[in-house]
């Protein structure tokens, strides 16, 4: 992301259906979104899908992704956007809400909406980004945000992977937060190693005092799914890399 | 990928190699009918060892914590010093190294995953997200590795001699 989000590019004519605001700001075609704030979040959504993805095609805004965001934002973001509204059409931050909210852009306006939407990505990215979304990849923001754009990239990432992480421990299903989860994931993985030493005792004992060698094959014929395993072709061969080795009886009965 | 492909491919070479290992070595040990406790407690450590030994090398080369794991069991087995600088260096000069592990600590001060660092083999020089990842795949195997010993210990139990 070290290119700014929008460049020309973004809004040349190679890609008609990206940047046809009427689409995405549906004035009154979506479901729940009444507010001022909702259209800016959708903006907001258009440009980041748009260049989270390489191509040119923004069919459909998540209009889940964007409910997620008026629920955030939408305070925050309709006053900047009411702002926007109100002034005139020379500053750099407040172009955008009054071209439009005249309506769609047509045509030969895209390349003046460019410079337009930059800026109200700018305002936008300044706001939200205090704000803390979870689930929302807010990559909205120009090149002097990148450190936040950076930031919330990775922040997502690391939450991306807790919530993977918190699937993985059965015991931090019903917690939420990342220390929490932090402490149930340390205290598992304690708890498992803690297991292994138990285990180890066990076997320990059980290969000192009985002879394990005529259960072998079942044993592994429960666990593996009926198929008994060569133990000298597993000596000379140890290949770790999950061959599913095919066996013979196994060899090392000679006790 | 964040997974593993615990699959019972992976089951079975895990087992396997620690199957064998053990077996051969109880068969090549002394009669333990009576052994002190050190003794007792020298075989468990060895048979831990021998456990996790094989299921770093079931992983291969492919994972950090796979790697450092080696590195530190090569040096719990020779009973020689060891440093994960040196595993490390190849990589990367060993001032750099220890900035950036020193750096990961102070970045860490707050986050908590200081305590996943010391748990995770080779933890302490990776950045939080890759640290992420290999605790997920470490915890799979690990618990892939809890289960099959169990069931190996079921299994000989089942079967007094």
């Known amino acids: ?255 | 990928m964040k997974t593993p492909s615990n699959s019972i491919k992976r089951r079975f070479a895990l087992k396997f190699l620690r199957t064998l290992v053990r077996i051969r070595k109880s068969t090549h040990q002394p009669s333990p009918s009576q052994s002190s406790t050190w003794e007792i407690r020298r075989r468990a450590q060895r048979i831990k060892l021998a456990a996790y030994s094989s299921m770093a090398r079931t992983v291969g080369s492919k994972r950090a914590w796979s790697r450092a794991l080696t590195m530190k069991l090569r040096a719990a087995m020779g009973n020689r010093p060891w440093s994960m600088i040196k595993q490390e260096s190849k990589k990367m000069t060993r001032r750099k190294l220890i900035a950036k592990r020193k750096r990961h600590m102070e970045k860490d001060l707050n986050s908590g995953v200081q305590e996943l660092r010391r748990l995770v083999p080779g933890g302490q020089w990776m950045d939080p997200l890759s640290l992420m990842q290999e605790t997920a795949h470490f915890l799979r195997c690990l618990e892939t590795q809890v289960r099959v010993m169990r069931s190996i210990v079921a299994e000989g139990e089942g079967f007094p001699c």
């Open chain 1, 1 to 255: 992301m070290d290119h700014p989000l929008i460049n020309e590019s973004s809004f040349s004519t190679d890609n008609p259906s990206a940047y046809s605001l009427a689409e995405i700001w549906p004035f009154s075609g979506e479901p729940g979104n009444a507010g001022l704030g909702i259209r800016v979040g959708h903006l907001g959504r258009f440009v980041e899908t748009h260049v989270s993805m390489e191509e040119s095609t923004v069919t459909v805004t998540d209009q889940s992704g964007a409910r997620k965001r008026k629920e955030g934002s939408s305070e925050m973001v309709s006053t900047s956007s009411a702002d926007n509204l109100n002034s005139s059409k020379g500053k750099r931050a407040k172009i955008v809400g009054s071209k439009d909210e005249d309506g769609a852009p047509k045509g030969e306006d895209e390349s003046s909406s460019a410079p337009e939407n930059k800026t109200t990505e700018s305002l936008k990215g300044s706001e939200p980004s205090k704000q803390d979304y979870i689930h929302v990849r807010v990559r909205r923001g120009q090149a002097t945000d990148n450190h936040s754009l950076a930031e919330r990239a990775r922040r997502e990432k690391i939450s991306e992977r807790m919530k993977f992480l918190q699937d993985l421990v059965p015991s931090c299903n019903k917690v939420i937060g990342k220390a929490i989860v932090l402490d149930e994931i340390i205290n598992y993985i304690q708890s498992l190693q803690r297991q292994v030493e138990f285990m180890s005792m066990k076997l320990e004992a059980v290969n000192s005092t009985t002879n394990l060698n005529p259960s072998v094959e079942a044993f592994s014929s429960k666990d593996v799914g009926a198929t008994p395993f060569d133990a000298s072709r597993m000596l000379f061969v140890p290949q770790a890399a999950g061959e599913y080795i095919q066996c013979s009886h196994p060899e090392w009965l000679h006790m």
